[in-house]
């Protein structure tokens, strides 16, 4: 059952519930994503018209997790013996984003939940508010404990913190942990560039062995900026790895 919590003057501005998710709607519109500086990675600058899109307030808790494992629809761990780091959130602080989680637990989950991963082009808008020039969600600041879940000289988290813990670091649209927390995957193989890529906001196709994640973890020295990009292989897991969902509206 769908429940519609706010009513707005756009419907695609709408926010509501399902499977336990909240998910916040975002009017579609083009925007610059990437950028002609900095790593080779975010460039060229290009184009991207990105439709009307619910995204999920939070990276994927172990509580909404839970839900699917017990519809059988999702595996509890990333290993079939079960084993993984102990810093691995399943069965703890419900919470907490689902960590150590492959690309294939992330999709099944999404799949389970009537959505999909967010393309790189749909996570980028959402995380710079509709595709404004925000170095990180929140603007311009350089981050701080207040503002995101990371590794600084203030803050060293020895874990991910429950979803939201960091509010002031939070999107326009109210999206949490877009920087900091958990490392997301989103929908895209990984390309070195953004040659030759979608433009109506889709995600790459299958092109080589590497998976694209955004939005910085924890525990790692990859910044946390709107338009950092990195990768792993789908099958990697570990302790800093989470996922939130998306969903084309009609």
């Given amino acids: 059952m769908l429940i519609w919590l706010l009513a707005c003057s756009k419907p695609c501005e709408g926010t509501l519930e399902d499977h336990g998710i909240t998910w916040v709607g975002h009017c579609g519109a083009a925007y610059v994503m990437g950028a002609d500086t900095g790593p080779e990675s975010q460039q060229p600058a ?6 009307d899109v619910y995204i999920a307030k939070t990276e994927t808790t172990v509580d909404q997790y839970a839900r699917c494992v017990y519809d059988g629809a999702c595996r509890a761990t990333a290993n079939a013996d079960g084993s993984g780091p102990d810093a691995c959130t399943w069965g703890k602080d ?3 984003p689902m960590t150590c989680v492959d690309y294939e637990m992330a999709t099944d989950f999404c799949a389970w939940a009537d959505a999909k991963l967010p393309s790189e082009a749909e996570w ?8 404004e020039a925000r170095i990180y969600p929140w603007g311009e600041a350089e981050p701080t404990c207040e503002l995101a879940a990371i590794n600084t000289d203030d803050c060293m988290p020895e874990g991910v ?5 960091t509010p002031a670091g939070n999107t326009e649209r109210g999206l949490c942990d877009m920087s900091g927390n958990a490392f997301e995957w989103v929908a895209d193989y ?4 953004y040659e030759n890529t979608p ?4 995600p790459v196709k299958k092109e080589g062995e ?5 939005g910085g973890g924890y525990n790692s020295e ?29």
């Fill in 199 to 202: 433009v109506k906001g889709g």
């Fill in 46 to 51: 290009h184009g991207v018209d990105v439709p």
């Fill in 190 to 193: 990984y390309k070195p560039t």
């Fill in 222 to 250: 990859v910044p946390v900026k709107t338009r950092t990009r990195t990768f792993h292989p789908r099958d990697f897991f570990y302790s800093g790895m989470g996922f939130r969902c998306a969903r084309r509206m009609p």
């Fill in 161 to 165: 913190l429950a979803v939201c813990s």
């Fill in 94 to 96: 419900p919470s907490l």
């Fill in 124 to 131: 980028e808008f959402a995380a710079r508010s509709r595709g």
């Fill in 210 to 214: 590497f998976n694209s994640m955004r």
